[in-house]
């Protein structure tokens, strides 16, 4: 069982928008920076989101990432066949280990 | 190119051991917070270890006195020995770099070895 907890997935059509949830406890997601990786099928994850909100070079912004306390959201607008994926949320925790979600099976209808 | 290639992974019965292997290029692995991150087949992923730039290491509980996670800074590459595997070791291995810039997170992941424990 992850720490940091996701649903083991969404759908939405082709051109909407979904959110991914990722909650944790104070000893991670309260006082550290959330990431966000994605895993397309067959492949190593890749950076989606750093810092909560941020977006490496060659990210669309159809991604991007909030946090709130000690819950952390991905939101993909504008869905894409190419976005079907694992996605994955992950943060330092106090207990001197990282930690990941689930991970959450994306499908785009 | 800045890449990670990790190689050591193959079939290996419990008990036994590996030694693993991330080749850096295009950076120095010295330098940097490097980790190893694994994937069970059909499972998420888990943090296995980290190697601070200062020599400092920190293990999963789950890995914790059976692996160890050591570099070779004139190899440039860093490596993860695994003794007492157990089946459910068996997982794909990831090499990754970590990046601090307020939080910290990895931004550059290698493309794994797969390690499989079984008789």
């Known amino acids: 069982q992850s720490v940091l907890t996701q649903p083991p997935s969404v759908s939405a059509a082709p051109g909407q928008k979904v959110t991914i949830s990722c909650s944790g406890s104070?000893?991670?997601?309260?006082?550290?920076?959330v990431s966000w990786y994605q895993q397309l099928p067959g492949t190593a994850p890749k950076l989606l989101i750093y810092?909560?909100?941020k977006r490496p070079s060659g990210i669309p912004d159809r991604f991007s990432g909030s946090k709130s306390g000690t819950s952390a959201t991905l939101g993909i607008t504008g869905l894409q066949t190419g976005d079907e994926a694992d996605y994955y949320c992950?943060?330092?925790?106090?207990?001197?280990?990282?930690?990941f979600g689930g991970g959450t099976k994306l499908t785009v209808l | 190119e800045v890449q990670l290639v990790e190689s050591g992974g193959g079939l290996v019965q419990p008990g036994g051991s590996l030694r693993l292997s991330c080749a850096a290029s295009?950076?120095?692995?010295?330098?940097?917070?490097m980790s190893w991150v694994r994937q069970a087949p059909g499972k998420g992923l888990e943090w296995v270890s980290v190697?601070?730039?200062?020599?400092?290491?920190y293990y999963a509980d789950s890995v914790k006195g059976r692996f160890t996670i050591s570099r070779d800074n004139s190899k440039n590459t860093l490596y993860l020995q695994m003794n007492s595997l157990r089946a459910e070791d068996t997982a794909v291995y990831y090499c990754?770099?970590?990046?601090?810039?307020?939080?910290?997170?990895?931004?550059?992941w290698g493309r794994g070895t797969l390690v499989t424990v079984s008789s």
């Open positions: 992950g943060t330092w925790d106090s207990s001197l280990s990282w930690v």
């Open positions: 810092d909560n909100n």
């Open positions: 104070s000893s991670n997601i309260g006082n550290n920076y």
């Open positions: 295009g950076f120095t692995v010295s330098s940097n917070y």
């Open positions: 190697i601070y730039s200062g020599g400092s290491t």
């Open positions: 990754a770099r970590a990046v601090y810039t307020g939080g910290w997170y990895f931004d550059l």
